[in-house]
């Protein structure tokens, strides 16, 4: 199959966000942050307009999914050994020993299983996916694959059929 790709990676697509991985057992990483760089790539057909999607189009959806993240406290929804707790003012997660004690406002839960790079961006994807599909239709984009870099030179990222 002959295919078409475009990728945005602009520095103005990243998130500062604190969280920490379950290994199991009751064992986790410290709390810790990282300042992360999203990325997105389509690929499929040119459209009439001789693109497979506008790079403006796609820039402010995966900028509005990076704003959504920043400056918040990462906790994953879909882990049945992290106990969480959601009050009015107070976010509690408990992990084995582990209790943590986040304001609300600090807190985004995500229906992951672990707050790893790899888990960020399915997690990005299917909210990127999901809103070009509501926007633009996507027509002729055949795959989606989306990165999360934490760090420099550590990087994970996701891809599926669009």
């Known amino acids: ?9 602009h520095e103005n697509l990243k998130f500062s966000s604190a969280h920490f991985v379950l290994f199991g057992n009751g064992q986790c990483e410290t709390l810790h942050g ?8 389509l690929e499929g057909s040119l ?10 189009e796609v820039k402010p959806l995966l900028k509005q999914i990076c704003e959504h993240l920043d400056h918040r406290v990462l906790l994953p929804t879909d882990n049945e050994d992290l106990k969480i ?26 229906p992951i299983h672990n ?9 990005i994807c299917g909210e990127l996916k999901t809103e070009i599909r509501s926007r633009y239709g996507g027509e002729g984009v055949a795959t989606i ?18």
Not at 34 to 41: G, K, L, P, Q
């Open 85 to 110: 707790t959601q009050g009015h003012a107070v976010v509690e997660a408990i992990y084995g020993t582990k209790q943590y004690r986040f304001p609300v406002e600090d807190v985004l839960l995500l």
């Open 145 to 162: 694959r989306v990165g999360v870099q934490e760090s420099f030179g550590q990087e994970a990222s996701y891809e599926e059929a669009f």
């Open 115 to 123: 707050a790893t790079a790899e888990l960020l961006a399915r997690y």
């Open 1 to 9: 199959m002959t295919a078409f790709r475009i990728r945005v990676n």
């Open 34 to 41: 990282h300042n992360y760089r999203a990325w997105v790539e």
């Open 47 to 56: 459209q009439p307009s001789d693109y497979v999607m506008d790079f403006l």
